[in-house]
């Protein structure tokens, strides 16, 4: 799945990505080891921090990195430092429709380059909305009972990712 995700984002050297209820940070270690400039990790459990934590330093990945430990509701004024041109969300299924609430409020504050991509997984059988008011559904993909969901901002031309 993850490198299915990364194949539709195509090239991300240089990115600057958010990866928000990020567990063991694997999708954004994995956005490093593609070429992102800076990942930021945000997750809440403290025990998922500090497996992020070892697995940055493990790789010499911790200086292009940030790593708050927050829930996604409480994180906003960190992530507002400058706009992300990736962000991944593959929250608890459980926590969707509250995760999806504090997108639509982050989204709010310009977290997101104006091309950037907002990467949101989910079930599979279960097609979120776009989770702000200026974002478009450019792909969705699905991987047996996940699915992941690609939003950016509306352009006026074709919006899709590598066709």
Request: hydrophobic fraction near 45%; charge should be positive.
């Amino acid at each position: 799945m993850r490198q299915g995700m990364f194949s539709v984002l195509g090239d991300i050297t240089g990115a600057r990505v958010a990866d928000l209820c990020a567990g063991s940070g694997s999708l954004g270690i994995e956005a490093l080891s593609r070429g992102a400039v800076h990942v930021t990790f945000v997750d809440s459990s403290p025990a998922a921090v500090a497996v992020i934590r070892a697995n940055l330093a493990s790789l010499g990945l911790g200086p292009r990195s940030t790593v708050i430990t927050k829930t996604l509701e409480r994180c906003g004024g960190e992530l507002n430092v400058e706009p992300f041109d990736i962000i991944f969300c593959d929250a608890p299924w459980g926590r969707l429709p509250a995760i999806e609430r504090a997108l639509r409020k982050l989204l709010n504050i310009a977290l997101l380059t104006r091309t950037g991509v907002l990467v949101l997984g989910h079930p599979a059988a279960q097609a979120p909305h776009p989770p702000g008011p200026k974002l478009e559904l450019i792909d969705r993909r699905k991987w047996g009972d996940s699915g992941v969901s690609f939003f950016r901002e509306h352009l006026t031309e074709s919006a899709h990712l590598n066709p």
